[in-house]
């Protein structure tokens, strides 16, 4: 059974090599998509992130049945804020800083409900979790580390903010030598024009940082080999 399959992408085909893959799910926190958390007090749409939540289910269950490593980032810091910049905690100056007490617990600290992952796309037991304090999901994180452990060379990107922190992971990420393939409609931001231009951004240059796809396409590919219906 061959075990690369092309994925009909931007700007040219991806080669989907399910041997050496993962699904990264960036930051589907509550903090980032419900009301009452960080996204708000910076004075967020929400409804403009929520889209992608069952899309990212469903591939987060396509992926599961596969067998394929799915993994999770939150965005979120130490109780004693040791790792946050005060400039980080300071810009925008929110109504409510990172820290501060809020509807859904301090805000973005790792260990409150409002940092932890919302109910659609939460970890299930044995995927691997990752706290990090930066929009990119290596910085003084072990990602680079299990990846390389398990040999994945192919990145599936799905989350939120897309010019945010799904970006700056994917530009790492592909810093690093993975083939990265952003879900289309896995990822979104509060700003539909930025989300916009940073798909185009990231495939413009011949892939300059990588490959874009509408969650379907992956999904027929995965499909069509393997006859599962996770619907
Ligand atoms: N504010 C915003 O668009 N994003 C973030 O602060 N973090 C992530 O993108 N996860």
Redesign the pocket.
């Known amino acids: 059974m061959p075990t690369v399959e092309t994925v009909d992408a931007k700007p040219f085909p991806y080669q989907f090599d399910m041997d050496h893959a993962a699904l990264i799910c960036?930051?589907m926190q509550r903090d980032?998509l419900l009301p009452g958390g960080?996204?708000e007090s910076?004075g967020?749409n929400l409804a403009n992130v929520q889209p992608c939540i069952p899309v990212i289910a469903k591939l987060q269950a396509a992926f599961r049945k596969l067998g394929i490593p799915v993994i999770h980032t939150k965005?979120c810091h130490k109780p004693d804020l040791s790792d946050l910049p005060t400039a980080k905690r300071n810009r925008g100056n929110p109504k409510q800083k990172i820290g501060d007490k809020g509807p859904m617990g301090r805000i973005l600290i790792d260990g409150e409900y409002g940092s932890d992952f919302i109910d659609e796309n939460a970890p299930v037991e044995g995927e691997f979790v990752i706290s990090k304090p930066g929009?990119d999901a290596f910085y003084d994180t072990g990602l680079h580390e299990y990846l390389m452990k398990r040999n994945i060379s192919n990145l599936v990107i799905t989350?939120?903010?897309t010019?945010?922190?799904?970006q700056t992971t994917m530009r790492c990420a592909n810093d690093r030598g993975f083939d990265c393939l952003l879900i289309e409609d896995g990822c979104d931001?509060?700003f539909p024009e930025f989300k916009e231009v940073t798909l185009r951004a990231l495939v413009a240059q011949g892939g300059i940082v990588g490959w874009t796809a509408q969650s379907e396409e992956l999904l027929k590919v995965i499909e069509s080999i393997w006859k599962l219906d996770w619907t």
């Open positions: 960036i930051d980032f960080f996204a910076l967020n965005e929009k989350g939120v903010t010019e945010v922190c799904v931001s509060y």
